[in-house]
């Protein structure tokens, strides 16, 4: 008797009276059948419901002067622009392709906030030049380079500054942003972010509309977030007592922890944005000061778990004594994750649940690189073998946007599922597009 132990991570995920793994209900072998493996499916339905459990939060806790960012760079292409569009979210973006990308797809850019810590005056003249609404501006460099191209384009750009607050997320190391040695932003602690908000202050093209903050990903603690709230409002607080100027808005950033394993919790969003905010209402009530317009702009909790990538096995190669690796016809090139910080995944057969007979093994892609590995000490049924279809659940966060031609292995395509009904978004690279660009 095989009894079996296979908890779903999400409620999208199910498996039908045959025992077949499906996405919002859609069993995966047709969809591998018709699109083909390696492939990327979304829940449409899922990233909606998202959209609309942090807009009602927000809306519920702070009411209009709230503001909901998806950070794109989780999953960018034209589709997920439109999705947003239709959702009336605001959108972060970090490139000017991403930038272009949320412009075919028609999304309105005066609702895009444009990242990064180094934007070239390319990337500045561009952006301005396409009426991105917000920058959220690293550093003073960055501050003199969009006030003279501003000024020269005849128009007064807003901003956020991007400050760190000198706060630990307790999360891998790789992720974490707002530490006063991070890559990122200018530090409270030391000085700089009172310097650079005189400057902004100073410069003409300029218009300051407030201070952003992103701490890490994978947060599950609300603290990490009450605790920089504390420190934003604190320096609002003091820039309006020492430079006599009032923030309009203040950025908490995303970071919101994901279920990629069961050992992972299950994030209550509205309970932890309304704690978030009774916090920042009180503490704003004690500083004597109005409380900003609060914005938050998650990423990976919009997206991850609407995502699955569905492989069908190739070699597997069983080492006696030792354990088994079962190779994918993807990896690495499709989702980085393992290899980059060791990311954790569930991975599963897709024709029927493992039951107590299984083989502990490797997952792996098909690169020449030991490296590339998906995931370790997987259970997999006992005797899997060459032609039988696996997926790798909650990838629809930063695998397809993180994906590379490494080895020119064409990238998946992407396709999504709305209501039982799958469409392509993005299609399957062939070995033309992987050489497209050659001269
Ligand atoms: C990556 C990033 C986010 C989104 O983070 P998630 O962990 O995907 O929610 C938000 N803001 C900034 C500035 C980021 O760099």
Redesign the pocket.
Known sequence: MTTVQEKMLSDNLSRDSSGELCLGGVGLSRMAEKYGTPLYLYDEDRIRSRCREYKSAMLDSFGVRSRVLY?S??ASFKRIYEIMAEEGMGI?VVSMGEIYTAKKAGFPLSEAYF?SNNKTDADIEYAIGEGVGYFVVDNSEELYAISDIATRLGKRQKILLRLTPGIDPHTYAQVNTGMVDSKFGSAIETGQAKEITALALSLDGIELMGFHC?IG?MVFDEGVYIDSARVMLDFVAEMSRELGYLASEIDL????GVRYIEEHPTLDIGGVIARISEFMTEYADELGIPLPIVAM?????IVADAGVTVYTVGTVKRIPGYKSYVSVDGGMTDNPRYALYGSPYTILPVASPVGEDFELCSVVGRCCESGDILQEGVRMPRGIRRGELIACLVTG?YNYSMASNYNRIPRPPVVMLSGGVDSLAVRREMPDDVSALDV
């Open positions: 950070a760079k989780a972060d990242h992103h990903s950033g995303g970071g919101f702009e998650p990423g990976r909790s966060a």
